[in-house]
């Protein structure tokens, strides 16, 4: 079945650094894709999405780029602050046939002053 | 506003009662869903009311029911709670094929 992974688990950032959380899937149709992001005690927000290949996504700094061709939509901010500290989720869909999110399993983000 | 709202926001239960959780939206949604989210793993659907039409997930089939009023709410029912339970439960709602919007969740422990 479709699948969506996030190859970090946890990431430890200073600010200003840069951040970069690597997502892929693996869907039959063609998906739109999303990030969210989930800070304590809150649901998921939603972040941005894009719906077609070589769309850019982008929010409050943060950007992605969907690309078909490697079956990835990897998430960035060039200079993140304390506040971006949260648990950050890729995911894809609704689509034809289906309307649920299917989500990878999170990416925790702390960023230390 | 995109405010979904969830009641209660902590749930403590017995093993065997039954637990109902609540989620209302003002956005005149006309989907809203329920997901299960246990740490270290990604949120998972358990079903969703497209309208009046309640789709769900094969392998949650038999261990949740849920009813929809209205529009604006939606319930999670579980009749008899066990440990595999514990877990939280995150409530969606969207126009269809359009962006979900979460609520804050509900953080269900079952003893």
């Known amino acids: 079945g479709d699948s969506v992974t996030q190859t970090e688990g946890q990431v430890a950032l200073s600010e200003e650094d840069f951040l970069t959380i690597h997502c892929n899937y693996s869907?039959?149709?063609?998906?739109?894709l999303f990030w969210y992001v989930q800070y304590p005690g809150e649901g998921p927000q939603f972040l941005f999405r894009?719906?077609?290949?070589?769309e850019k996504g982008s929010s409050r700094g943060f950007e992605a780029t969907y690309d078909k061709g490697t079956t990835s939509f990897h998430l960035r901010k060039a200079s993140v602050q304390e506040s971006d500290s949260a648990v950050y989720y890729c995911?894809?869909?609704?689509?034809?046939?289906?309307?649920?999110?299917?989500f990878g399993t999170g990416t925790t983000v702390s960023v230390s002053p | 506003d995109t405010t979904v709202k969830q009641n209660p926001r902590y749930k403590l239960a017995r093993v065997g009662k039954p637990v109902n959780l609540i989620c209302s939206q003002t956005?005149?949604?006309?989907?809203m869903y329920w997901y299960q989210k246990k740490p270290n793993q990604a949120p998972k659907l358990l079903l969703f009311?497209?309208?009046?039409?309640?789709?769900r997930e094969a392998d949650t089939f038999e261990k949740f029911q849920s009813s929809r009023p209205n529009n604006s709410f939606c319930s999670l029912y579980i009749g008899s709670a066990g440990l595999e339970y514990s877990a939280m439960y995150l409530c969606?709602?969207?126009?269809?094929?359009?962006?979900?919007?979460f609520g804050p969740g509900t953080r269900l422990l079952v003893l």
């Open positions: 969606a709602s969207s126009r269809t094929g359009r962006t979900q919007y």
């Open positions: 869907a039959s149709g063609y998906p739109a």
């Open positions: 894009a719906s077609r290949d070589k």
């Open positions: 995911a894809l869909g609704p689509y034809q046939g289906g309307r649920a999110l299917i």
């Open positions: 956005m005149n949604h006309d989907t």
């Open positions: 009311y497209y309208d009046k039409i309640l789709n």
